[in-house]
């Protein structure tokens, strides 16, 4: 079954403690979950935000290949700002307490030819409190002619029973697409939102991590995994679903934060399935799978810039590496610390591994992670990486600017590794190095 994806990480993971998107962040990623493959992109709340407002202005511009904006708003709110951001796409909420309002509402977004996803608040508590009430809430929506009935456990707090239970019933009274938004106050929202696709629902919605206001929000990271991988819905697709794990990461790095390594599918603590492999690469049986481990261990690296006078600054590298127990040493020069160990890196694998010379860096980004250490500040480094079909990012963290921006190099050499375990050149005679 085809199912629907809507990504709030831009305006409802905008909620979460200590997140926040500029509008060239938001700009970016929606590029990246574009590329992706999801559906609607749920970017700002444009009336209560000039940001948001500015964002979608300078959205115009950008080509996308697939997915739609969509800009929030309430059913009672004026509606000039959600015209004026211009996206195909509309996501209006309300409540019980607008039953009157939002067959109007909805009619006149439909009369300017906008897409419109209806969210119903709180409606797995109204229907608890009052089935009518909030059956008549989805009726007057559907008259409207909303496209999208999607349902809101918006305070987390129900059981995937009660959710497919009530799902099951709003599937009967109503065809077309049927939408689930939940919210982890309990822990539950990706089984919330698995018991509603199963009930027959083709909509998911949620941010990527599990962002979000108090608790967050579905993760869609595991949410589109679980879809794929153990349910055979089709979401994504296998080719683009290999791409998850980079797309984690790089909304964590926009975020902030390092992505946790105990997240479902794309932290490095799921599976013993190698560093960095893409999701999509994972087996159905994770049982089955065998610590690949990284295809090599660094021994040591050394990078010393010399600056005499006012010459331009020189940099060299060295790099030492252990593979399959052959010692393996490189050397390079570069206009600064990072290229220098670049290209170390690369000329001393790349005999091996031809594949690490097909991409290149497409952005490098540091944030101060503890502002109050001042110089001695933890450091959280985000490198892009592009190789002319996909873009990707890795992050390193440490005290050492030098050090993390290592890790982020290492561990895009790994991911390349991974994503063609096959291609090993037999190792060259090392025997000198003995």
Same mark, same amino acid.
């Given at each position: 079954?085809?199912?629907?994806?809507?990504?709030?990480?831009?305006?409802?993971?905008?909620?979460?403690?200590?997140?926040?998107?500029?509008?060239?962040?938001?700009?970016?990623?929606?590029?990246?979950?574009?590329?992706?493959?999801?559906?609607?992109?749920?970017?700002?709340?444009?009336?209560?935000?000039?940001?948001?407002?500015?964002?979608?202005?300078?959205?115009?511009?950008?080509?996308?290949?697939?997915?739609?904006?969509?800009?929030?708003?309430?059913?009672?709110?004026?509606?000039?700002?959600?015209?004026?951001?211009?996206?195909?796409?509309?996501?209006?909420?309300?409540?019980?307490?607008?039953?009157?309002?939002?067959?109007?509402?909805?009619?006149?977004?439909?009369?300017?030819?906008?897409?419109?996803?209806?969210?119903?608040?709180?409606?797995?508590?109204?229907?608890?409190?009052?089935?009518?009430?909030?059956?008549?809430?989805?009726?007057?929506?559907?008259?409207?002619?909303?496209?999208?009935?999607?349902?809101?456990?918006?305070?987390?707090?129900?059981?995937?029973?009660?959710?497919?239970?009530?799902?099951?019933?709003?599937?009967?009274?109503?065809? &077309?697409?049927?939408?689930?938004? =939940?919210?982890?106050?309990? #822990?539950?929202?990706? @089984?919330?939102? /698995? $018991?509603?696709? %199963?009930?027959?629902?083709?909509?998911?919605?949620?941010?990527?991590?599990?962002?979000?206001?108090?608790?967050?929000?579905?993760?869609?990271?595991?949410?589109?995994a679980d879809l794929e991988l153990k349910l055979g819905h089709q979401?994504?697709?296998?080719?683009?679903?290999?791409?998850?794990?980079?797309?984690?990461?790089?909304?964590?790095?926009?975020?902030?934060?390092?992505?946790?390594?105990?997240?479902?599918?794309?932290?490095?603590?799921?599976?013993?399935?190698?560093?960095?492999?893409?999701?999509?690469?994972?087996?159905?049986?994770?049982?089955?799978?065998?610590?690949?481990?990284?295809?090599?261990?660094?021994?040591?690296?050394?990078?010393?810039?010399?600056?005499?006078?006012?010459?331009?600054?020189?940099?060299?590298?060295?790099?030492?590496?252990?593979?399959? &127990?052959?010692?393996?040493?490189? =050397?390079?020069?570069?206009? #600064?610390?990072?290229? @220098?160990?670049? /290209? $170390?890196?690369? %000329?001393?694998?790349?005999?091996?591994?031809?594949?690490?010379?097909?991409?290149?860096?497409?952005?490098?980004?540091?944030?101060?992670?503890?502002?109050?250490?001042?110089?001695?500040?933890?450091?959280?480094?985000?490198?892009?990486?592009?190789?002319?079909?996909?873009?990707?990012?890795?992050?390193?963290?440490?005290?050492?600017?030098?050090?993390?921006?290592?890790?982020?190099?290492?561990?895009?050499?790994?991911?390349?590794?991974?994503?063609?375990?096959?291609?090993?050149?037999?190792?060259?005679?090392?025997?000198?190095?003995?």
């Amino acid at each position: 079954m085809r199912i629907q994806v809507l990504d709030s990480t831009l305006r409802d993971g905008a909620l979460g403690e200590g997140v926040h998107f500029t509008i060239d962040d938001k700009l970016r990623l929606t590029l990246e979950l574009d590329r992706f493959g999801i559906d609607f992109i749920e970017a700002g709340w444009p009336a209560t935000s000039l940001e948001d407002a500015e964002f979608f202005r300078q959205a115009r511009s950008l080509q996308l290949n697939h997915a739609r904006l969509s800009a929030y708003g309430g059913v009672r709110s004026r509606i000039e700002p959600l015209l004026d951001a211009a996206t195909p796409v509309v996501t209006v909420f309300a409540g019980v307490e607008d039953i009157d309002a939002i067959a109007h509402g909805v009619r006149r977004l439909k009369g300017e030819g906008r897409h419109v996803i209806f969210l119903a608040k709180s409606f797995f508590d109204s229907f608890r409190a009052n089935h009518y009430l909030a059956l008549r809430m989805l009726e007057a929506a559907k008259s409207g002619g909303a496209d999208v009935l999607s349902l809101c456990d918006t305070a987390g707090g129900s059981l995937p029973g009660r959710i497919a239970e009530v799902c099951r019933e709003v599937r009967k009274r109503f065809d &077309g697409v049927l939408g689930i938004h =939940a919210h982890n106050d309990g #822990g539950l929202a990706v @089984a919330n939102t /698995l $018991a509603a696709v %199963e009930a027959g629902f083709t909509q998911v919605e949620g941010c990527m991590n599990g962002y979000g206001e108090r608790c967050g929000c579905a993760n869609l990271a595991t949410i589109v995994a679980d879809l794929e991988l153990k349910l055979g819905h089709q979401v994504v697709g296998p080719k683009k679903l290999a791409g998850l794990t980079a797309l984690a990461r790089t909304i964590a790095g926009a975020v902030g934060k390092p992505l946790d390594s105990r997240a479902p599918f794309v932290g490095s603590g799921a599976f013993p399935h190698g560093h960095g492999e893409p999701v999509g690469n994972i087996p159905e049986r994770s049982d089955q799978n065998q610590p690949a481990g990284p295809p090599f261990e660094v021994s040591s690296y050394e990078v010393r810039t010399r600056v005499v006078g006012r010459t331009q600054p020189l940099s060299e590298a060295s790099v030492t590496l252990v593979l399959n &127990g052959d010692v393996l040493t490189g =050397a390079a020069q570069g206009v #600064g610390p990072l290229e @220098a160990l670049d /290209l $170390a890196l690369r %000329e001393t694998i790349s005999p091996l591994f031809p594949s690490v010379g097909r991409f290149w860096l497409r952005d490098y980004r540091v944030r101060v992670l503890d502002r109050l250490a001042g110089t001695a500040a933890k450091v959280l480094v985000d490198v892009d990486w592009e190789d002319g079909e996909r873009v990707w990012t890795t992050s390193g963290m440490s005290e050492n600017i030098l050090s993390a921006s290592w890790e982020a190099l290492v561990e895009a050499i790994y991911q390349e590794l991974a994503r063609d375990p096959k291609e090993f050149r037999a190792t060259p005679d090392t025997s000198w190095a003995v």
